[in-house]
C-alpha cells in the first residue's frame, strides 16, 4: 500500500468518529469499522511483506523446540459470498427492477445477458436519477441539464441495460476475503457479483459478508491467545492466567517470568483483530 493510500484509510477511519460522546453501540461501531480498515489496510501491504516474514527472527523461548504455528486458513470469497445471486435481465422494465431491489432488500443486483455474463450492476442510486427527474414539477432549464449531463443521461433509461452502472466491478470465488474487502472499499461499493474465469454470475458478496469475515468475534481472540500464544509459544498453562478480550482489547492477567512479558505482550499484539492490549501480569524471577 502506498502511503497516499495508507493515509487515505486512515482519514476515512479519522471521519467515522463523531466529535459529541459516543454510544455504547457507536463505540461498537467504530471499533468494528477501524478493526475492518486495519484487516483492508493489511491485506493492501501483504504482497509486499511476504519476503519479510520468512527472515527466521526467533521472536519467542525456544523456538527451535516448538512446533510451527498453523494460522486458520484465510477465507476465500466463495465461503462468504450468496448463492444463489439475485440478478435481473438487460431488458427488465425500470420499476421490475425497482421492485427487485425492495422484495430482496439489497441496494443493488448485477444485470446479466441470457447466459448469466455479467453486463453490470444497477444499484438505487442508478434509480435515483431516473426517479427525481420523472418526479420534478417542472422541466429542467438548460443551464441545469449542462451541469447535471450524466444525471439526465441517465434519467431517459428504462431498462437496466440502459440504467445499470458499467462495466461492473466483480470478484472470484477463489479470490482472498481481504482482497475483495479491499475492492469493495477502493470502489466504494456495497455489493460485489462474484463471477467464474468465463464471467458468468456465480453469486453476490457485500461488505457486511465481508466484514464479519475478516473481523472474528472476541471469543476466536481469546482462544488464540490461550491456545498458541501461551500453550504453544511460551508453555505456559492457560490456566495459570486470566485472558479477557472485549471488542478488540485484550486483558491478560497471571504470574510469570518478568523477562518473558514484554515478548508476550507483543505477541498477542500481532494476532489480528487485536487492537490494543493490557497488560495485568506480575513478574516473578
Do not use: C
Not at 12 to 18: F, L, S, W
Not at 171 to 181: E, I, Q
Amino acid at each position: 500500500m502506498s502511503d497516499f493510500e495508507r493515509h487515505a484509510v486512515e482519514e476515512e477511519a479519522r471521519r467515522a468518529v463523531p466529535d459529541r460522546a459516543p454510544t455504547s453501540w457507536e463505540e461498537h461501531r467504530q471499533n468494528m469499522l477501524r478493526r475492518y480498515l486495519g484487516a483492508v489496510a493489511t491485506a493492501a501491504s501483504s504482497k509486499t511483506g511476504e519476503q519479510a516474514v520468512g527472515s527466521g527472527k526467533a521472536t519467542s523461548p525456544r523456538s527451535e523446540d516448538r512446533p510451527p504455528a498453523q494460522p486458520p486458513a484465510a477465507p476465500r470469497v466463495r465461503d462468504v459470498m450468496s448463492v444463489p445471486a439475485v440478478s435481473v435481465p438487460g431488458d427488465a422494465p425500470f420499476l421490475d427492477v425497482a421492485h427487485t431491489l425492495s422484495r430482496e432488500h439489497v441496494s443493488a443486483v448485477p444485470v446479466t445477458d441470457a447466459d448469466d455474463h455479467v453486463l453490470g450492476v444497477v444499484s438505487e442510486s442508478d434509480l435515483l436519477a431516473k426517479a427525481a427527474v420523472t418526479a420534478a414539477s417542472r422541466p429542467a432549464g438548460p443551464i441545469s441539464r449542462l451541469r447535471e449531463h450524466r444525471l439526465y443521461e441517465k434519467s431517459r433509461g428504462e431498462t437496466a441495460a440502459t440504467l445499470m452502472t458499467f462495466p461492473a466491478i466483480s470478484v472470484r470465488p477463489g479470490d482472498l476475503v481481504s482482497d475483495a474487502a479491499w475492492t469493495a472499499a477502493r470502489s466504494r461499493v456495497k455489493r460485489l457479483p462474484v463471477t467464474d474465469h468465463g464471467g458468468r454470475l456465480v453469486g453476490v458478496v457485500s461488505r457486511i459478508d465481508l466484514l464479519q469475515a475478516l473481523v472474528r468475534d472476541d471469543t476466536e481472540v481469546r482462544e488464540e491467545v490461550e491456545s498458541r500464544i501461551l500453550r504453544h509459544e511460551f508453555f505456559l498453562d492457560p490456566g495459570d492466567f486470566e485472558v479477557t478480550v472485549e471488542n478488540g482489547v485484550v486483558t491478560v492477567a497471571g504470574r510469570m517470568d518478568a523477562a518473558l512479558i514484554p515478548k508476550l505482550l507483543e505477541s498477542v499484539r500481532d494476532i489480528e483483530d487485536v487492537v490494543e492490549v493490557i497488560d495485568q501480569l506480575t513478574g516473578t524471577t
